[in-house]
């Protein structure tokens, strides 16, 4: 049988042992705690850098935004230069259509008087065709008696 040093001697190579056991995973347990650790500062930096890029990005948006508030102001005055231009081009038309009647009558007049005239003309030229007999038969009798 065993005496109790024994058995405390025992006792205390079985602690020691598991303590060295313990050691050994508290060893491991540091180095993936270091790897962590590093793992983490790792992140830490992509982190870092995402929020760099964010920071850029935000940037970027921003200038976007005034951009596109300058092309909105453009739009804007585009259209309302065009909204002016529809109305001087309907002021146009509505100038030429007036213009084209006005013409139009003065060229009804016109040809209204072109046809009297041409009428008066034939009614004179078949009254000169009429009497142009007569002109030459007193003219050729005017000669006569002058000669005479």
Same mark, same amino acid.
């Given at each position: ?35 962590? +650790?590093? @793992?983490? %500062? $790792?992140? &830490? !930096? /992509?982190? *870092?850098? =995402?929020?760099? #890029?964010?920071?850029?990005? +935000?940037? @970027?948006? %921003? $200038?976007? &935004? !005034? /951009?596109? *508030?300058? =092309?909105?102001? #453009? ?6 230069g065009?909204?002016?231009m ?27 008087g ?35």
């Amino acid at each position: 049988m065993m005496n109790n040093e024994e058995k405390i001697l025992q006792l205390l190579e079985q602690m020691n042992g598991h303590i060295g056991q313990m050691d050994g995973r508290i060893g491991r347990l540091e180095g993936s705690i270091e790897r962590l +650790d590093g @793992r983490v %500062e $790792q992140m &830490d !930096g /992509r982190f *870092e850098q =995402m929020d760099r #890029r964010f920071e850029q990005m +935000d940037r @970027r948006f %921003e $200038q976007m &935004d !005034g /951009r596109f *508030e300058q =092309m909105d102001g #453009r739009i804007g005055v585009l259209e309302q230069g065009q909204a002016e231009m529809r109305k001087d081009i309907n002021k146009l038309n509505q100038t030429v259509a007036a213009i084209e009647v006005g013409h139009g009558k003065k060229l009804d007049a016109l040809y209204d008087g072109y046809v009297d005239a041409s009428r008066k003309i034939d009614t004179l030229q078949a009254t000169v065709d009429e009497i142009a007999p007569t002109v030459v038969a007193l003219d050729v009798l005017q000669q006569m008696r002058g000669t005479k």
